[in-house]
Nanobody, 125 residues
Framework: QVQLVESGGGLVQAGGSLRLSCAASGRTPSTYTMGWFRQAPGKERDFVAA????????HYADTVKGRFTISRVNTKNAMYLQMNSLKPEDTAVYYC??????????????????WGQGTQVTVSS
């Protein structure tokens, strides 16, 4: 079992920045591919970014490419999402997720078997 806890969400003006954190605990989270997803009210959960087990490979959704950066520090069992140049359409609940298969990467949330509780990000115009 792996437990994931997100933090760092909040309210920010358009053009601002936020840094989300995901703290992992439990069974060898450093061997899992990890990712960030987001879900706006009334919409499906969408892929945002993924990072490989060692952190050397990353992948981003086109909607956030060039603005968001995913990273991880395995010695701290932590993953981060640096979000810059935020837009109102980035408003959503952001979730961190882990895929125990270690495959890099899936964009389908059904492929991830561990999830955090989510953190709200609200971007005002």
């Amino acid at each position: 079992q792996v437990q994931l806890v997100e933090s760092g969400g909040g309210l920010v003006q358009a053009g601002g920045s936020l840094r989300l954190s995901c703290a992992a605990s439990g069974r060898t989270p450093s061997t899992y591919t990890m990712g960030w997803f987001r879900q706006a009210p009334g919409k499906e959960r969408d892929f945002v970014a993924a990072i490989s087990r060692g952190g050397s490979s990353t992948h981003y959704a086109d909607t956030v490419k060039g603005r968001f950066t995913i990273s991880r520090v395995n010695t701290k069992n932590a993953m981060y999402l640096q979000m810059n140049s935020l837009k109102p359409e980035d408003t959503a609940v952001y979730y961190c997720a882990a895929d125990s298969s270690g495959h890099f990467y899936y964009t389908n949330p059904d492929e991830y078997n561990y999830w955090g509780q989510g953190t709200q990000v609200t971007v005002s115009s």
